[in-house]
Each structure stands twice: as structure tokens, then as C-alpha cells.
């Protein structure tokens, strides 16, 4: 994609989506991170469904930890890997207290030090509660980024590192949403839907999906 189509395909996302945001639900900035954690290789849905009967109870990393291990599995089993999500959670709580007086830090290297918390996660704690120009590629911006021409990579790593070059300044804080909602709802993986995606014409795509 050319630096104009650039232009034109981010202001069209923003002009349909303003103010966009994650599908996830959460009232705190633990609460964000806890449920990014436990999302990995999860769906939002699932994840939301689970912390609606969680976050009531246990919200804070102090009360997690008095639920104990046991206690916090119970309420988290309906989510995949849950027992490993359990015992990261459990300890990125642990260390919260301990070492950032319960409180979520707001470097990367802080984030990345807790137990559960990758570079993907923590763009997003940095993008969503700190407003930070992060770029955190899951599998829908990956595939969105290489198959538009946006930012085409072998890895995570290179798309992101291309999106954080190509994205123009303006779009960086939101582009992330945006991109994620594109890639889950229009320009999904099996069959992308062309024919009433909004940014078509500015996408390298090609051919593109027919109307069925």
C-alpha cells in the first residue's frame, strides 16, 4: 500500500469508528491486564463471560490472591489453558503487591516481567490504560497487515514494527482497534469479505472476494 492509500484506509476506519475500543470488559487497569492475560489463545467473548462472574468477587490483585489458586481456577475454567492462566495470574498478582504496592507499572519492561505477560499484552495495557502508540498484533492484525499490503512480515515482530513505521502518526493510538475489529468482522481469515469492506479499494488484495 502506498503512503495516500495508507492515508485513505485509516481516515475511512476512523471516519465508520471514532472512538474505538476493545471488546473486552474491564472497569480498572488490573482488571484490563487480568483479562488480556487471560485471553491468549481465548476468545473476548469467553473471557468476558468468565470475569462477569470473577471480577464481582476478586478484582484487585489482593483479593485474587486470597481466592486462592483453587478458588481463582474455579471461577476461570470455561477459558482455554486455564489451569497455566490460574497459576500466571496468581503470580503476576503476587509480584504487584509485592514490588508496585498493587498497582499495574506503566513500563514495558515492568509488564513483561510479570508472569503471563508478553510483549503483546503488555502494547495493549500500555495502548488501552496508558494511551500509548503501541502496536499489538494478534493473529487478526497479522494476517490484516500482510494481506492489505499494510505492513507486510514474517513475524509479529516485523509487522509491528512495520505498522509503527507506515501508520501515520495521527491513527497510531486507535489503529491497533481498529485493525482488530477490521480483521475479525470484514477481512476474516477463511474468506474475506471484499465486497462491503469500506477500505477495499485502497487493499492490495487481489482477487478480491466476490458478492455471493
Known sequence: MTPDHIEHFFATLQEANPTPVTELEYTSVFELLASVLLSAQATDVGVNKATRRLYPVANTPARILALGLEGLESYIRTIGLYRTKARNLMATCRILVEQHG???PRTREALQALPGVGRKTANVVLNVAFG???MAV???IFRVANRTGLAPGKTPDK???GLLARVPPRYLV???HWLILHGRYVCQARKP???RCSVARWCDYEPKTATP
Request: charged share 30%; aromatic share 6%; with cysteine.
Open 102 to 104: 498493587g498497582e499495574v
Open 193 to 195: 469479505q471484499c465486497w
Open 159 to 161: 509487522v509491528e514494527q
Open 132 to 134: 500509548e502508540p503501541t
Open 138 to 140: 494478534d493473529t487478526h
Open 174 to 176: 486507535d489503529a491497533h
